[in-house]
């Protein structure tokens, strides 16, 4: 067998996997618990900030995420009251302020550059004055779009301490943009990383995509060189999906099978171009001094380090604020309602302005953890990671080890050459695993949560 084909005819890309439960295991909460009594018991010494902005000035044709282009005057500034008011349950919620403290921060969206400069102070002060996060004295990571990342905005975040500003790029090459209905010139990309290195926010980030129509692996390349001009700290590389409701889908590109979620079929060629470009990228990463992180981070080996902010999400202490924001405790993990299609996103959005405090103080869509599912997550979102799942850590949380809990899965993956016990403190992915996230991270979904994804209704 190869390494450019699928092991055993399963495609490499079925879902991808940043958080565990996926959202669409989540459903409607009938009882609505309390915040402040799911939050009671949680450790809070050290918990992350995720604020989420829904907003874009457009929807690129591969985006699946709960985001709408523009807003009618007036609605930026009302989603920071309802987000203002929302903090204000959310930090009383959690009770003694002395016990309160955030380890990381990060603004998502969306694209939160979507705001003025003036709003973005506003975010910010909702961060640090209503939830109590010091965004000077914690890792701060906020995305942005090349349009978005105008001087005025870059220097609100830079001077409230902004630590990492991602940009989305996604392609150097015009004709790789458009086929991924991405609008922009090569020319605004480049003035909006100068401005970026201008107001020199330490890390700045660059995300590009593969296995886009028309591209190869020249373009590719080219792509890489034009991004390691600027000597990111950090590169994510993403392959294409084609997903429902988006507007690739609605257009009828790209390729039908697991690129579009639908499971049952796979796309063999595109498949195997998606690996080639995956593998060249990761090879021309790694001969250019960048270390993996995972299938899709790459950091340069001199980078500042910057904490907790790589998403790897092995422990619970997540508060979420904004609409599109989930929130982790040790036995809920809880958000509002998601959807893709635009019609659904402004009802929510809409819904999410018109809240008050009582609505804030409540859990409204979630899927309730048992310890079982705690292990698979934590199991799960360390073997994504390079530097893999230490077994000392995992026996320390669940006084098991690993094969104990999850022996048949394992040696799936041990059986298919993905899985390495080589170092005998830590289970790691091997080369191809890694290649292969995509695939084994669904692998290892349990069967309540695929049969609660297989039910979700799109919208």
């Known amino acids: 067998m190869t390494t450019a084909e699928p092991v055993g005819g399963e495609s490499p890309y079925r ?13 409607p909460l009938s009882e609505r618990p309390l915040l402040r009594e799911l939050w009671a018991a949680e450790p809070k010494d050290a918990l992350s900030l995720y604020v989420h902005i829904p907003f874009c000035e457009v929807r690129c044709g591969f985006c699946n995420l709960f985001t709408r282009i523009g807003a009618p005057d007036g609605l930026t500034g009302a989603y920071l009251d309802a987000l203002e008011r929302q ?9 003694d302020t002395d016990r309160v403290r955030f380890a990381t921060a990060a603004f998502g969206g969306g694209t939160p550059t979507f705001l003025t400069a003036g709003e973005l102070e506003r975010l910010c002060d909702i961060a640090e004055h209503r939830m109590g996060a010091d965004l000077r004295a914690v890792p701060l990571s906020v995305e942005a779009s090349p349009a978005t990342a105008t001087a005025d905005r870059l220097a609100v975040l830079a001077d409230r301490g902004a630590t990492r500003l991602s940009l989305g790029v996604q392609s150097f090459v015009g004709s790789e943009a458009r086929a991924a209905v991405r609008p922009q010139r090569r020319a605004d990309v480049e003035a909006a990383l100068g401005r970026v290195r201008d107001a020199r926010i330490p890390v700045l980030n660059i995300d590009l995509i593969y296995g886009i129509e028309g591209q190869h692996e020249d373009s590719w390349l080219h792509s890489l060189e034009a991004a390691l001009a600027w000597r990111p700290e950090e590169l994510y590389l993403y392959p294409l999906y084609v997903r429902p409701l988006t507007g690739l889908d609605r257009r009828g590109s790209g390729r039908s099978g697991p690129g579009r979620q639908a499971c049952a079929a796979t796309d063999p060629a595109w498949d195997e171009q998606r690996l080639r470009l995956y593998r060249a990228g990761r090879d021309h990463l790694l001969a250019h001094g960048y270390t993996q992180q995972s299938m899709r981070m790459f950091r340069r080996a001199d980078a500042p380090a910057q904490g907790a902010d790589d998403y790897a999400c092995q422990t619970d202490g ?8 989930r929130s982790y405790t040790s036995a809920l993990h809880y958000s509002f309602d998601y959807a893709v299609g635009m019609h659904r996103i402004r009802g929510i959005v809409d819904d999410y302005v018109a809240g008050g405090a009582a609505d804030f103080a409540r859990a409204q869509v979630g899927f309730r953890m048992d310890p079982r599912e705690a292990r698979r997550r934590h199991l799960l979102q360390s073997l994504l990671q390079a530097e893999g799942l230490r077994l000392d850590d995992y026996r320390a949380r669940f006084g098991a080890a690993p094969a104990d809990d999850f022996g048949a899965e394992l040696g799936r993956l041990a059986d298919r050459g993905w899985l390495t016990d080589a170092d005998p403190t830590t289970l ?3 080369p191809e695993g890694l290649a292969h996230s995509d695939a084994v991270g669904p692998d290892l979904f349990s069967p309540a949560v695929r049969a609660a994804m297989a039910r979700y209704e799109r919208k």
């Open 15 to 27: 879902h991808y996997v940043y958080a565990y439960p996926h959202k669409t295991a989540y459903r």
């Open 87 to 95: 903090a204000t349950a959310v930090r009383e919620a959690l009770g």
């Open 318 to 325: 997540m508060i979420g604020l904004g609409c599109g924001a």
């Open 428 to 430: 790691r992915l091997t």
